[in-house]
């Protein structure tokens, strides 16, 4: 990720710890992964920083970051009673600030309510 987006490992790890990055953690061996849906044009769309923090998101809450990144790609119908399906992973509607409601609404009652 420090190659794609031209900068070092230490302004990678500020950035992490920021919440302007979304990061996930193997528990068993520490690896760390980026989702690649967060990337576009070589820089780390904005909209990662405004759901981590409107999510409430801990950067450094290994766990809660896991589950955040899990939820992004939990695949949800988003179409209307009377249309047909249109399965896609929430991520994919993270510009659309309808959709961007009810992926906040999903959080809520996955996670919020359940701490």
């Known amino acids: 990720l420090v190659r794609i987006l031209g900068i070092t ?32 044009d070589n820089k780390v769309r904005p909209v990662i920083a405004e759901l981590i923090s409107e999510f409430g998101v801990d950067p450094a809450d290994q766990v809660a970051m896991n589950l955040f990144v899990q939820h992004l790609i939990t695949k949800i119908d988003y179409s209307n009673p009377s249309e047909p399906e249109n399965i896609v992973e929430m991520h994919t509607l993270m510009d659309d600030p ?15 309510h359940g701490r």
């Open 98 to 112: 309808a959709a961007r409601r009810i992926i906040k609404r999903e959080w809520d009652n996955k996670y919020l």
């Open 9 to 40: 490992k230490q302004a990678l790890s500020k950035r992490i710890q920021a919440g302007q990055i979304a990061v996930y953690t193997n528990q068993s061996n520490g690896r760390k992964y980026y989702p690649a849906f967060q990337i576009r």
